[in-house]
C-alpha cells in the first residue's frame, strides 16, 4: 500500500513496478479527491490493478495486518504527528512485513510541521 499517491504513483507506472512486482494487490490512499482520480486514470491507461481511495494516514479503513509492504515515500516530513502515522503502518502489516520509508534529502524540501 501506498500513503499519499501523487507524484510516486507516476514513476511506478511508468517503470512498470507494479505490473512486475511480487505482491498482486496494490492499494493507494491519499488525503485529496482530485490526487485520487488522476492516479487512478493513470494505472487504468497503463493498464495495471491498483485500488486507490480517499484515506487518513492516522486511520486507514483496512483490517489489522492487512499487507506485505505498506511505503510512505515522501510523507512523514509533511504530517504533523509521524508516530501516529507510523503505529497505523505497523497496525496494517503483517508480522514480518516491511514499511518502506523516503524523506527529502534537502531539508528546505520539507514542510514546516
Not at 491519499?30 to 493498464?47: F, G, I, L, N, T
Request: glycine share 4%.
Amino acid at each position: 500500500m501506498e500513503c499519499c499517491c501523487q507524484p510516486q504513483i507516476q514513476a511506478l507506472l511508468d517503470r512498470d513496478a507494479i505490473r512486475d512486482c511480487l505482491y498482486r494487490y496494490c492499494r493507494g490512499i491519499d488525503r485529496a479527491d482530485e490526487v485520487v482520480a488522476e492516479a487512478a486514470a493513470k494505472a487504468a491507461s497503463a493498464d495495471v490493478d491498483v485500488e486507490f481511495r480517499v484515506g487518513d494516514v492516522y486511520a486507514l479503513d483496512v483490517a489489522d495486518q492487512t499487507f506485505d509492504v505498506v511505503t510512505l515515500l515522501d510523507v512523514v516530513e509533511h504530517v504533523p504527528n509521524e508516530h501516529g502515522v507510523f503505529s497505523e503502518c505497523r497496525r496494517v502489516l503483517k508480522p514480518g512485513g516491511k514499511l518502506v520509508v523516503t524523506v527529502p534529502a534537502l531539508m528546505w524540501l520539507w514542510s514546516h510541521n
